[in-house]
């Protein structure tokens, strides 16, 4: 695939991060962030990106940060036919590599969750 977008990763937000998945890899529509109508323990207000997937409009999955939201991302490029490694090295690093025939979208990163991302958005011809 080409590439399209060239981001810079390491100068965004960990939700920036989850919204370019959301967006570029998952196929969520209409991602912003706004205010929600709901308070914490502490009656603190929070800001989210919200965002709409099959119609139904909810906060975006923390991808980069949640194995178990990372695995959506993988469940869905595997639906398009990639087969997924996913390694942990020596230096305690993770690799993730997307593989379809001859072509190989790999990338390496602290976690497991942000290696799948970072592979995923190379495989949607977004380099970072």
């Known amino acids: ?67 178990a939201s990372a695995f959506q991302v993988v469940d869905k490029l595997r639906a398009e036919g990639f087969v997924v490694t996913l390694v942990n090295s020596v230096d305690g690093s993770w690799g993730c590599t997307f593989a379809k025939g001859w072509q190989r979208y790999s990338n390496r990163a602290a976690t497991p969750s942000e290696s799948v991302c970072l592979a995923a958005l190379r495989v949607k011809g977004v380099e970072v």
């Open 1 to 67: 695939m080409s590439t399209e977008t060239k981001l810079n990763w390491s100068a965004m937000s960990e939700r920036e991060r989850d919204r370019m998945t959301a967006e570029h890899v998952i196929g969520w529509k209409n991602v912003h962030m706004e205010c929600e109508a709901w308070a914490d323990d502490h009656n603190q207000w929070h800001d989210d990106f919200m965002g709409s997937l099959n119609g139904k409009r909810t906060v975006i999955p923390e991808y980069t940060r949640d194995i």
